[in-house]
């Protein structure tokens, strides 16, 4: 008994004194107070894709536990992407997916389409407000759009607070819909990629160019649904878990790569626009653990991700912040993931097998690894705003899955390594 | 509407007003007088909604209304739903010695500073109905037996200082929040640090100098709280009987502290630990080194 009176029982009366006093003051009124986030990020691939990303999102508080949440992002990207054809001792020549204009790829060079430019603009906003005492709903919706991209959605959750606001179960479920518009329209599965140089005009070769291509537009549907528990363990622990599900239906080829046909000595033979199902469910069961060590706070997750394409994921992310001086603090991060491949991915089609019913050589359902490697420096500034700085270094080590390579392939780097750095400045104010 | 009265300190601007039976401070950084009386009627007229909603000198307040509907079950409001549900973590992790139930006790013990003990007949009598055990709470509901009595004298001051706080941050941006401390008779809590870094000098009432605040603490941020019992005991053949009662027993706790203030995150938790301290008896210094929080202890 008296054991049990010294123990310490302020953890536990802390966490319940501040149930108490979770709820809003009753009398008098509330200023409007807007939060805002802001932040630039710049990706740089070795010898591949750039990006730079401006981020801007604001949090309003309208009392009462209402907020209006807006979001604004803007990125550009330019630079070379791997079509997913093989590279060769010779040099290859390519046909831009829009079907003008054509590029050469040196000998033993993986190919990359080096005109890949693009400018995304996303606009999201959302309303979260509680419906009745523990329960709390959001709804909300999103426009993204790209030169040839169209994405508009919706999205709602609910949320239920138990066991005196420790425990929190939510629900949530979006839905969107998603115009591909690529320029000189969408190719037909495993359409060949046609060369001007084979035809005696540009007239025939429009013609057969044309004849590839069966439709301006494809569309994709999908929705996801989330599951969610979060239950705070400890004063200095919370745990969350959730499960997804994502159920996709339209086209999700990718219209600007490709699979290359070889002949038994690995020599190209033609490149054929890829082809994947037109419907896709991955599941996730993800596992977050936010802990206080001792003035450090650290951020523990793992994902487990399966999906009908038997593409297998594990995600391990790792980040500790620590303070470094009364204002700064740093906070290492590790994040590795690795995959399994798409049961429909090849890295090149064999000439002497049938056509499979899909074929994609897109590395990134291939199977892979990727680390992630990073630091953030941040402070609080006078004035309570926040300023921090980002840098990571992103490896991605796809792998050989099976595939010999004959020939000539055996002499070439088929599972092509990709470094990339991130920089990233941002500012709460 | 309550009384308020503002005026300049050192290097802070300072509210008064009079609310559950404590004298009432509201201190600001800034100089701006203006700003300081808005922010004291806020904070009086919230300290007497509170006020007015769990006393028990009111028999039209919440709680006088509870008392009386003991024997049925009774809706509760939110607000009031949680306070009884802190009481009743209070109450299992005190291992029983923190009961909101045991204000009936106050029939038996009047601590005027005389030597009249009650007796243990009159003790027998009440004890029966005493005990949270004894009631039935559920979310937005509660049994409170015939013949009980529930008290919210041991938190409705703490609450209130931090439902006040709470209301007076309300009113600025995160980046705009001044330093602001509510000061309710000794219990007391401060929304940040001073922009220059000092600190809020703030008096402990020294249980053996009546009404001299000897020991001024220190405060940046966070909440204090004081339980003692410098003005309410008995006093009988040489024994000092506080006004800390033992729930289980009926007696007042002997070898208690006279007084012992707690530091935490909020005055609600302060409150609950230093009265949970006292209980204690001889074992309050002890009780409070498990506790991992800054005490201040009068032997």
């Not at chain 1, 003051?25 to 894709?49: C, H, K, P």
């Not at chain 2, 009384?3 to 509201?26: H, W, Y």
């Not at chain 2, 009774?74 to 109450?91: H, K, P, R, V």
Request: glycine letters at 8%; charged letters at 20%.
């Amino acid at each position: 008994m008296q054991l049990k009176q010294l123990a310490n029982i302020s953890a536990a009366l802390a966490a319940a004194s501040c149930a108490v006093l979770g709820q809003d003051a009753q009398a008098g009124t509330v200023l409007d107070d807007w939060q805002f986030n802001s932040a630039i990020l710049l990706y740089n691939e070795t010898d591949r894709v750039s990006a730079g990303e401006a981020i801007l999102s604001a949090r309003g508080d309208f009392g009462d536990d209402k907020y209006l949440n807006l979001g604004l992002v803007v990125d550009a990207l330019t630079g070379a992407s791997a079509t997913g054809a093989v590279a060769q001792p010779g040099v290859q020549s390519f046909t831009r997916p829009s079907g003008k204009g054509s590029y050469d790829v040196a000998p033993g060079d993986t190919p990359l389409d080096d005109t890949f430019h693009d400018t995304r603009v996303q606009l999201d906003a959302s309303w979260e407000q509680p419906l009745a005492p523990n329960w709390r709903v959001s709804g909300g919706g999103h426009l993204s759009k790209e030169y040839d991209y169209l994405s508009l959605g919706v999205n709602g959750s609910v949320a239920r607070d138990f066991n005196q606001k420790n425990t929190t179960v939510s629900m949530g479920l979006a839905y969107s819909h998603d115009t591909i518009s690529p320029e000189g329209g969408v190719a037909s599965g495993f359409a060949p990629m046609l060369l001007r140089s084979n035809f005696a005009d540009d007239d025939s070769y429009q013609a057969a160019f044309d004849a590839t291509r069966d439709r301006a537009d494809d569309t994709k549907d999908t929705v996801d649904m989330l599951l969610g528990l979060t239950q705070v363990i400890n004063r200095d622990w919370l745990m969350q878990f959730n499960y997804s599900l994502s159920m996709a239906d339209g086209y999700m080829t990718d219209p600007f790569k490709l699979v290359s046909v070889v002949n038994s000595n690995g020599e190209v033979q033609q490149n054929l626009y890829e082809s994947r199902p037109d419907k896709r469910t991955k599941h996730s069961v993800y596992w977050q653990n936010k802990l206080h060590l001792g003035g450090t706070y650290l951020d523990a997750s793992y994902r487990y991700m399966w999906d009908d394409w038997e593409l297998k994921s594990h995600t391990a992310d790792v980040k500790w912040r620590f303070p470094v001086s009364e204002q700064w603090y740093v906070e290492p991060q590790l994040r590795y993931y690795q995959q399994s491949a798409a049961e429909f991915y090849l890295p090149f089609l064999q000439q002497s097998d049938s056509l499979p019913q899909y074929a994609s050589a897109d590395y990134r359902i291939g199977k892979m690894s990727t680390y992630t490697l990073g630091a953030k420096f941040g402070t609080k500034l006078a004035a309570g705003n926040e300023l921090s700085f980002r840098i990571a270094l992103y490896q991605q080590n796809p792998e050989q899955d099976g595939a010999d390579a004959p020939g000539v392939l055996a002499n070439v780097d088929l599972y092509e390594k990709v470094t990339a750095v991130m920089a990233q400045v941002s500012y709460s104010f | 509407m309550t009384d308020v009265a503002v005026s300049r300190g050192k290097n802070c601007t300072l509210g008064q007003f009079s609310a559950m039976a404590s004298p009432c401070e509201i201190l600001l950084e800034t100089a701006d007088m203006t700003l300081c009386r808005e922010l004291t009627l806020l904070a009086a007229a919230e300290a007497e909604r509170i006020e007015q909603k769990y006393s028990r000198y009111r028999t039209d307040s919440v709680l006088s209304q509870l008392n009386q509907g003991a024997g049925q079950w009774q809706q509760l409001d939110d607000e009031t739903a949680q306070l009884l549900t802190f009481a009743n973590t209070c109450y299992q992790l005190s291992d029983g010695l923190f009961d909101i139930s045991s204000g009936i006790l106050r029939r038996a013990w009047q601590f005027d500073g005389s030597d009249r003990l009650a007796s243990q007949a009159q003790l027998a009598a009440l004890l029966p109905h005493i005990g949270w055990h004894q009631v039935q709470l559920k979310p937005k509901q509660i049994l409170l037996p015939a013949g009980m009595e529930l008290d919210l004298g041991g938190i409705a001051k703490e609450y209130a200082v931090d439902k006040v706080l709470q209301l007076l941050r309300a009113q600025f941006t995160p980046s705009s929040l001044p330093s602001i401390v509510v000061n309710f008779g000794g219990d007391m809590h401060c929304s940040r640090p001073r922009h220059d870094g000092s600190l809020w000098h703030i008096g402990i009432e020294n249980p053996g100098l009546v009404d001299h605040a000897i020991s001024a603490v220190g405060l940046t941020t966070g909440a204090l709280a004081t339980s003692g019992d410098s003005r309410r005991f008995l006093l009988k053949d040489g024994v000092r009987y506080s006004h800390i009662l033992n729930p289980k027993t009926g007696w007042p706790v002997t070898d208690a502290p006279r007084s012992v203030t707690v530091a935490a995150p909020n005055c609600l938790l302060a409150g609950m630990l230093a009265t949970t301290a006292l209980l204690q008896g001889a074992s309050a210094e002890a009780f409070l080194q498990a506790q991992g929080l800054k005490y201040w202890l009068v032997a």
